[in-house]
């Protein structure tokens, strides 16, 4: 089963052994962002800190919801020890069984309500996260909400949000994100300040869906719905029509204004690099509604722990794979290593594929403004799931020259560190095509067999070496060692 809030969720990860709760008083000016960064470094589990500096014991900060597989796997209502393989299977099985959202009276969001001149930011242990940080994150594991006035249209999207002062935050929308897109579509050409909402600490899979690759036009609410395989329950903010989780911790209503601006960051971002600062509208606070005892929720991105962006890597490869299929591409699996902070997709195909697939997969995928930059292609007897195997066919498949295509002027999301300030703005950049599969026109003797363990000793002695490893006197039995291919 999954969890309707945050603080179920909490309960499971501690009954799991993947929640730690930290009772030392640690200080929100960047003690709590550097624990947190290094339970991820060393992948510890989730940290629950108690005891913040300047703040009373009823607000509590929750570090790296799903910030690994486990915490991905138990946010499913999966077992713990489930492999990524598993878990994007399963969310592949649910995402598009969506399911419609409920509305609420009142919601646990509601308890209490901060209007006018008492709403303060800093009433919350909005952290400092790192060392050089513009300011200090209010948003980093949250929902920003806003919609399209003229349909339906309810977008989710996990853009970071920085506290300017106790009634202002910078929130990072700009034309390549749908929120963004919907400002300056339909707000901007107005003047007309756009309503707002930020629901901090909902349940791990409505943030999860504010960060999945959801087509223009449709809700992430109902994808939720699907991997919760039940409605969200919402409620209506306090000073607009926007619908919020109903259970979520802390909810900012306000607005993004079209004419005042104000700087935002520098901060260090998922890729492993601090951004530059931003000039960003501004988004100024109306109203403030939270939970008794409110938990803040924060994520610190970083590439330091490879399964730290498992649960996006998830969305995007899923995505990505029917969309592929849709093409009518002989795909037979999409995984966006979190190892390369997102910025690269690996694609297995049918070795029976034309000689034009590689180029037709990247084409397609590029056309649709997917924001990664490279595409690997490779055949499916590699288990794209294993790095090991990814940059071993890398290294020996891909052709320094027929093998590298790369388009140009393409979209991009800016966020990747070896752009130019120029391309950041201009939000373009080069695409880069890997064609790491034997060609086509190759007969079977002339591809070379491949020499692996699986590959090179029968059946019988493999598993004889690897039930009697400790029998050699290796002081266990290898957990990595494998009597089969691995695959399914």
Same mark, same amino acid.
């Given at each position: 089963?999954?969890?309707?809030?945050?603080?179920?969720?909490?309960?499971?990860?501690?009954?799991?052994?993947?929640?730690?709760?930290?009772?030392?008083?640690?200080?929100?000016?960047?003690?709590?962002?550097?624990?947190?960064?290094?339970?991820?470094?060393?992948?510890?589990?989730?940290?629950?800190?108690?005891?913040?500096?300047?703040?009373?014991?009823?607000?509590?900060?929750?570090?790296?919801?799903?910030?690994?597989?486990?915490?991905?796997?138990?946010?499913?209502?999966?077992?713990?020890?489930?492999?990524?393989?598993?878990?994007?299977?399963?969310?592949?099985?649910?995402?598009?069984?969506?399911?419609?959202?409920?509305?609420?009276?009142?919601?646990?969001?509601?308890?209490?309500?901060?209007?006018?001149?008492?709403?303060?930011?800093?009433?919350?242990?909005?952290?400092?996260?790192?060392?050089?940080?513009?300011?200090?994150?209010?948003?980093?594991?949250?929902?920003?909400?806003?919609?399209?006035?003229?349909?339906?249209?309810?977008?989710?999207?996990?853009?970071?949000?920085?506290?300017?002062?106790?009634?202002?935050?910078?929130?990072?929308?700009?034309?390549?994100?749908?929120?963004?897109?919907?400002?300056?579509?339909?707000?901007?050409?107005?003047?007309?300040?756009?309503?707002?909402?930020?629901?901090?600490?909902?349940?791990?899979?409505?943030?999860?869906?504010?960060?999945?690759?959801?087509?223009?036009?449709?809700?992430?609410?109902?994808?939720?719905?699907?991997?919760?395989?039940?409605?969200?329950?919402?409620?209506?903010?306090?000073?607009?029509?926007?619908?919020?989780?109903?259970?979520?911790?802390?909810?900012?209503?306000?607005?993004?204004?079209?004419?005042?601006?104000?700087?935002?960051?520098?901060?260090?971002?998922?890729?492993?690099?601090?951004?530059?600062?931003?000039?960003?509208?501004?988004?100024?606070?109306?109203?403030?509604?939270?939970?008794?005892?409110?938990?803040?929720?924060?994520?610190?991105?970083?590439?330091?722990?490879?399964?730290?962006?498992?649960?996006?890597?998830?969305?995007?490869?899923?995505?990505?794979?029917? #969309?592929?299929? @849709? !093409?009518?591409?002989?795909?037979?699996?999409?995984?966006? $290593? /979190? %190892?390369?902070?997102?910025? *690269?997709?690996?694609?297995?195909?049918?070795?029976?594929?034309?000689?034009?697939?590689?180029?037709?997969?990247?084409?397609?995928?590029?056309?649709?403004?997917?924001?990664?930059?490279?595409?690997?292609?490779?055949?499916?007897?590699?288990?794209?799931?294993?790095?090991?195997?990814?940059?071993?066919?890398?290294?020996?498949?891909?052709?320094?020259?027929?093998?590298?295509?790369?388009?140009?002027?393409?979209?991009?999301?800016?966020?990747?560190?070896?752009?130019?300030?120029?391309?950041?703005?201009?939000?373009?950049?080069?695409?880069?095509?890997?064609?790491?599969?034997?060609?086509?026109?190759?007969?079977?003797?002339?591809?070379?067999?491949?020499?692996?363990?699986?590959?090179?000793?029968?059946?019988?002695?493999?598993? #004889?070496?690897? @039930? !009697?490893?400790?029998?050699?006197?290796?002081?266990?039995? $290898? /957990? %990595?060692?494998?009597?089969? *291919?691995?695959?399914?």
């Amino acid at each position: 089963m999954s969890f309707e809030d945050n603080r179920k969720f909490i309960a499971a990860l501690s009954r799991t052994g993947d929640l730690v709760r930290v009772n030392k008083e640690v200080d929100w000016d960047m003690e709590v962002g550097a624990v947190v960064r290094y339970a991820s470094k060393i992948q510890a589990p989730a940290p629950l800190f108690n005891k913040i500096r300047d703040y009373s014991n009823s607000f509590t900060v929750f570090g790296l919801p799903i910030n690994s597989v486990r915490r991905t796997s138990i946010a499913l209502g999966l077992k713990p020890q489930e492999p990524l393989r598993t878990i994007q299977n399963e969310y592949e099985k649910r995402i598009d069984h969506h399911v419609k959202p409920v509305l609420l009276k009142t919601g646990p969001c509601k308890e209490n309500v901060l209007l006018g001149d008492d709403v303060d930011l800093f009433k919350f242990p909005v952290p400092l996260i790192h060392q050089g940080d513009g300011g200090r994150y209010v948003g980093t594991w949250h929902l920003v909400i806003n919609k399209d006035p003229e349909s339906d249209w309810t977008n989710w999207g996990l853009y970071r949000v920085m506290a300017y002062n106790r009634k202002t935050c910078g929130i990072l929308l700009h034309h390549g994100n749908h929120g963004g897109a919907i400002f300056a579509e339909k707000y901007l050409p107005q003047k007309k300040p756009m309503p707002v909402a930020i629901a901090i600490g909902a349940d791990p899979i409505c943030i999860w869906m504010s960060s999945a690759p959801v087509p223009r036009g449709k809700s992430e609410v109902d994808y939720a719905g699907a991997l919760h395989q039940k409605p969200v329950e919402l409620v209506k903010c306090e000073t607009s029509d926007l619908l919020v989780p109903a259970h979520s911790e802390i909810v900012i209503e306000g607005e993004v204004l079209p004419e005042k601006f104000i700087p935002e960051g520098p901060f260090a971002e998922f890729t492993g690099y601090r951004t530059g600062m931003e000039t960003l509208h501004m988004f100024r606070i109306k109203a403030i509604t939270y939970r008794n005892e409110p938990i803040l929720t924060v994520e610190n991105p970083n590439t330091e722990l490879v399964q730290g962006l498992t649960y996006r890597a998830v969305s995007m490869s899923v995505n990505i794979k029917k #969309h592929l299929i @849709s !093409h009518g591409l002989p795909v037979t699996d999409v995984s966006v $290593p /979190s %190892q390369t902070a997102l910025l *690269t997709i690996v694609v297995s195909v049918n070795q029976n594929h034309s000689s034009t697939v590689c180029t037709q997969i990247g084409n397609t995928i590029f056309s649709d403004n997917i924001p990664p930059s490279t595409v690997m292609v490779l055949d499916s007897d590699v288990d794209i799931f294993n790095m090991d195997e990814v940059m071993h066919a890398f290294a020996t498949k891909c052709h320094p020259k027929r093998g590298i295509k790369i388009r140009e002027d393409e979209y991009v999301s800016g966020l990747a560190p070896y752009l130019s300030q120029e391309e950041r703005l201009q939000r373009k950049e080069s695409k880069l095509i890997l064609d790491c599969t034997w060609p086509i026109e190759w007969t079977r003797d002339k591809v070379p067999p491949r020499a692996t363990f699986e590959d090179l000793y029968p059946d019988e002695l493999r598993n #004889h070496v690897v @039930s !009697h490893w400790s029998d050699y006197g290796f002081d266990r039995t $290898p /957990s %990595q060692a494998k009597t089969g *291919t691995g695959r399914t």
